[in-house]
């Protein structure tokens, strides 16, 4: 068992630059010591272990951010906006809280992205280091808005929770009179998450196509799907590439209700018991795919779904991408992936 754990880590290191394998290999390791053989975690040491950081007032990188709680939920958003062009002066406006007055723009676009943090539902948070990293860079590749939602999290959390919190963030983003722009205003939202955060944009995206919220797109990061079927792409690629099956099937028994298997609708797209999109107003969808991810098979039968239902969605398949190639910008992968999403985006 040792030799074969070494020869699948011998393999990683040659397909995966050594920062990006370093970051998701301590993860990983930290990942492992948080679950419980018992179904429980150690939320306790997850948020000890877990690099937090502020918002920024004061722009970094051109994109300040902040937090907003919703009163009536209580659920916290942390926002990402471009920072405004410096002044006469020669100076940045502070903060630019006193712009949450006006609609982002009376004459242009400017795209808002609700971001659903990855995690297998169960690790990460809106303002955990590498997803406050990638929003930003999100903000200023769309130069708009990223809101990222700080939702419930399982095992404590179970569904349909973090779809709720999904839910809530979409009708409190389109509430927002400063989120507006375009000559007929509106609030041009996207839904956006990797692993179990493009799971959940996909479940408010259907939530919001049955209830008429306007969506404009979902952009999901190899989103976290799966089933009561073994599927080749998971017998091959078992423990290979940071990810083993096992891992995959605790976090599922974490979040789906007990007692449930994972051809839950939640879990199983479109399987015996998923919903059928054909006729539904859904909106277009860019779903990611990594070639290295374990579960590639069930997200290649998520873009097979939508097609079958007759649903406008764009495949980009990375071959030799692992999961996280997007957190650091040290590949070329992580570029396609921004050239991409941009002009989607703008689309």
Known sequence: ??????????????????HTWILISNFKLAYNMLRRPDGTFNRELAEFLDRKVAANTVPVDGVYSFDVVDRATSL???????????????????????????PLSTTEVVPVIIFFHGGSFTHS?????????????????????????????SPEHRYPCAYEDGWEALKWVHSRSWLL??????????????SSGGNIAHHVAVRAAESGVEV????????????????????KLDGKYFVRVQDRDWYWRAFLPEGED?????????????????????????????????V????????????????QVELLFLKKATIGFYFLPNNEHFYTLMDVIKNFVSS
């Open 216 to 235: 404009l797109g979902n952009i999901l990061l190899h989103p976290l799907f799966g089933g009561e079927e073994r599927k080749e792409s998971e017998s």
């Open 262 to 294: 994972r051809d839950h609708p939640a879990c199983n797209i479109f399987g015996p018991r998923g919903v059928d999109l054909k006729g539904v107003k859904f909106p277009k969808s860019l779903v990611v795919v990594a070639g290295l991810d374990l």
């Open 76 to 102: 916290l958003n942390r926002i990402y906006r471009c920072a405004p062009p410096e002044s006469d002066s020669g100076r940045q406006p502070g903060a630019g809280i006193l712009e949450l007055e006006n």
């Open 125 to 153: 948070s809106a303002n955990s280091a590498i997803y406050d990293t990638f929003c930003r860079r999100l903000t200023a590749l769309i130069k708009g808005v990223v809101v990222s939602v700080n939702y419930r999290r």
């Open 181 to 194: 722009s375009g000559k007929d205003p509106k609030v041009h939202v996207y839904l956006a998450g990797d």
């Open 296 to 311: 590639q098979d069930w997200q290649l039968a998520y873009v097979e779904g939508l097609e079958n239902a007759e649903q």
């Open 1 to 18: 068992m040792a030799g074969s754990n070494e020869i699948n880590v011998n393999e990683a290191k040659k397909v995966v630059p050594l």
